[in-house]
């Protein structure tokens, strides 16, 4: 049985203030103080991990130690059928140093190519780690489409591309109260609240 969350204040482990933004406003029901590791100056932890969940833990564990709070964090990414599953965990690190998704979401075009299968799903993985080192941790999953050239100011990261299935505009067109309710991250959001969150 998971372990319920009751502590008063969480730390986001990311430095992505989109990531941020997202998970804080979707546990604005739990009345849960949310603080970034940006604003307590935690140093962002290298991602060893092979799979989206291990990256997740990697980030919360070491928040979780360092603050002495409990953690959330998120590990999410795009996987293209054409490219046989990349750029996976490596999504963030396609848009270069400065993580330019602009500049990342023209090189998985490019990479595509005349490929016919614009196939693509995201995934996100949701780690939950308190300061004595337990943890918890859900994977969420939504397919779609990619398309070009990208459409949409909204979300972040390769949304402006993303057209999942059933809907007919992309992640960065949709209103974000729809996206929060079926996107990948909000699929595991759902796991992780149902397994550790009392009824708001």
């Known amino acids: 049985m998971a372990r319920t969350f009751i502590e008063q204040r969480l730390i986001i482990a990311s430095h992505n203030p989109g990531k941020v933004r997202e998970l804080g406003e979707l546990l604005l029901p739990w009345s849960v103080e949310v603080v970034s590791a940006a604003q307590l100056s935690l140093p962002e932890p290298e991602e060893t991990g092979l799979t989206f969940i291990e ?14 709070l409990p953690a959330l964090a998120d590990d999410s990414g795009l996987e293209v059928n054409a490219l046989g599953g990349a750029p996976g965990i490596y999504s963030a690190r396609w848009g270069g140093p400065e993580k330019d998704f602009d500049a990342a979401m023209v090189r998985v075009n490019e990479e595509i190519g ?64 729809k996206k929060h309710a079926n996107s990948h991250r909000a699929a595991a959001f759902r796991k992780l609240i149902d397994a550790c969150f009392p009824a708001a």
């Open 114 to 177: 005349n490929n016919p299968d614009r196939g693509a799903r995201f995934v996100c993985a949701l780690a939950l780690t308190w300061p004595d080192g337990h943890s918890e941790v859900f994977e969420g999953t939504v397919n779609g489409a990619l398309v070009w050239p990208p459409r949409g100011e909204r979300g972040f990261g390769y949304d402006p591309m993303f057209l999942a299935d059933g809907d007919t505009g992309t992640y960065g067109e949709i209103d974000p109260e």
């Open 55 to 68: 990256n997740a833990k990697l980030k919360a564990d070491s928040a979780a130690l360092m603050a002495n």
